[in-house]
């Protein structure tokens, strides 16, 4: 089983910056793909980004440029540095954790952006 908890969501400028951290507590944290996916009001949860276990990563179209995942083995945590934030990146943002197609979910955490 793996747990993971959210931190560093809340309400910014439109412009602004926040910056999200998931912690894990998984054993082997390093053999599971991490995610960022996010749900606004009405819409289905969609993929922000996500990072292998080797390190590559993928991004939304929509953050490109903006948002930047990484991990960090050795704490069991993956970050989410989100830069330039535009009122439609207002969503409850949740980690992920993947490994063989088994997936497991954080609490989410809210981001507001404001304009």
């Known amino acids: 089983q793996v747990q993971l908890v959210e931190s560093g969501g809340g309400l910014v400028q439109s412009g602004g910056s926040l910056r999200l951290s998931c912690a894990a507590s998984?054993?082997?944290?390093?053999?599971?793909?991490m995610g960022w996916y996010r749900q606004a009001p009405g819409n289905q949860r969609e993929l922000v980004a996500l990072?292998?276990?080797?390190?590559?990563?993928n991004y939304a179209d929509s953050v490109k440029g903006r948002f930047t995942i990484s991990r960090e083995n050795a704490k069991n945590t993956v970050n989410l540095q989100m830069n330039s934030l535009k009122p439609e990146d207002t969503a409850v943002y949740y980690c992920?954790?993947?490994?063989?197609?088994?997936?497991?979910w954080g609490q989410g955490t809210q981001v507001t952006v404001s304009s």
């Open positions: 992920n954790a993947n490994r063989n197609n088994r997936h497991y």
């Open positions: 998984a054993s082997f944290f390093n053999s599971y793909a």
């Open positions: 990072i292998t276990t080797g390190g590559n990563t």
